[in-house]
Every structure is written in C-alpha cells, then in structure tokens.
Nanobody, 127 residues
C-alpha cells in the first residue's frame, strides 16, 4: 500500500513561489501517473496538474498553465509542483494523488478516478 505525504505548503505573498513535494512510501510509484488537485474553502476539489509515469507528458488546468510546473524524480519516489506567480485564488489545500494503472498514457483529471491520495498541504496566498 502506498502512502503519500505532501509538504512545502505555507503562506506566501501574491506573486511569490512555492514548491510542493509529494513523497511516496510503501512501494515505488515509478510506473504510476501522478496528479495534483486542490480544494479551496467552499469549493469542489479541482484538477491542477498531472504527469505520466515517465514524466514524458504533463497536463495543466488552464488556470495554472504557464505558472505551475509538475515534475517527478522516480529515483526519489517523489513528485513536485513548482508554483510561480501565485495569486490569491490559488489559496487551497493541495493534494497529491496516484493512478495505479501501470505505464498509463492517458491522464486522469477526475479526483475519484485516482487510486490513492495524500492528506494535503495548505497553500495560502496573501494579497
């Protein structure tokens, strides 16, 4: 069973940057596609970004395209989300999720379709 732990959240001024990490333990996630989601107070959980098992393909929500970068280091069993030019509307709890289909090419953007999830890390952008 895989456990995911997100870290790197915090409070930052608008225009600032944060780098989130999602560390996996229990087994390797090297064959799994991984995603980032977020949930703001009073809103539905929404897709942010995803990356295929090899890192060869990445996907972003329109709202973060050009500002966020997803990456992974399979040797470290870790996925990252570099967030630049942060805005107040990026304030949310950010969750990491894994898709257990081995070597999947198609990315999932729906939270419920992922197989395992972390507990989340809070990101607050002060305006």
């Amino acid at each position: 069973q895989v456990q995911l732990v997100e870290s790197g959240g915090g409070t930052v001024q608008g225009g600032g940057s944060l780098r989130l990490s999602c560390s996996a333990s229990g087994r390797t996630i090297g064959s799994d596609a991984m995603g980032w989601f977020r949930q703001a107070p009073g809103k539905e959980r929404e897709f942010v970004s995803a990356i295929t098992w090899s890192g060869g393909s990445v996907y972003y929500a329109d709202s973060v395209k050009g500002r966020f970068t997803i990456s992974r280091d399979n040797a470290k069993n870790t996925v990252y989300l570099q967030m630049n030019s942060l805005k107040a509307e990026d304030t949310a709890v950010y969750y990491c999720a894994g898709d257990r289909r081995p070597f999947a090419i198609a990315i999932r953007t729906v939270w419920e379709e992922y197989d395992y999830w972390g507990q989340g890390t809070q990101v607050t952008v002060a305006s």
